[in-house]
């Protein structure tokens, strides 16, 4: 909505291909672009999320795990990342769910 979105800057000649998960995407509370990156030695996704503060966890967590869902093979290697506005400095529910899905 308002300077939202998450974006992902790869050099132009690496093999990068944008992965659609826009449909997984919902204003102020989830955002995520996907990359698929392949090299003569290894195939590799990475993932940037973001989750509003104010945002419905459980639709983030959900949305979350659909769209990790939707790319899975047993020999992807993935990376994601971004801010999920999540404390990882003290136990919390949130954070034992997330870690739990992921």
């Given at each position: 909505?308002?300077?939202?979105?998450?974006?992902?800057?790869?050099?132009?000649?690496?093999?990068?291909?944008?992965?659609?998960?826009?449909?997984?995407?919902?204003?102020?509370?989830?955002?995520?672009?996907?990359?698929?990156?392949?090299?003569?030695?290894?195939?590799?996704?990475?993932?940037?999320?973001y989750?509003?503060?104010?945002?419905?966890?459980?639709?983030?967590?959900?949305?979350?795990?659909?769209?990790?869902?939707?790319?899975?093979?047993?020999?992807?290697?993935?990376?994601?990342?971004?801010?999920?506005?999540i404390?990882?400095?003290?136990?919390?529910?949130?954070?034992?769910?997330?870690d739990?899905?992921?």
């Open positions: 909505m308002k300077k939202g979105e998450v974006c992902i800057f790869a050099q132009n000649g690496l093999g990068c291909s944008k992965i659609d998960v826009k449909k997984y995407c919902k204003d102020q509370y989830i955002e995520i672009c996907m990359l698929n990156l392949n090299t003569t030695f290894f195939r590799l996704h990475v993932m940037v999320a989750r509003a503060p104010t945002g419905d966890f459980n639709l983030f967590l959900n949305r979350l795990d659909d769209s990790i869902k939707s790319i899975y093979k047993s020999n992807l290697n993935l990376i994601v990342c971004g801010d999920i506005n404390d990882y400095l003290s136990e919390n529910d949130r954070k034992k769910q997330l739990s899905m992921l």
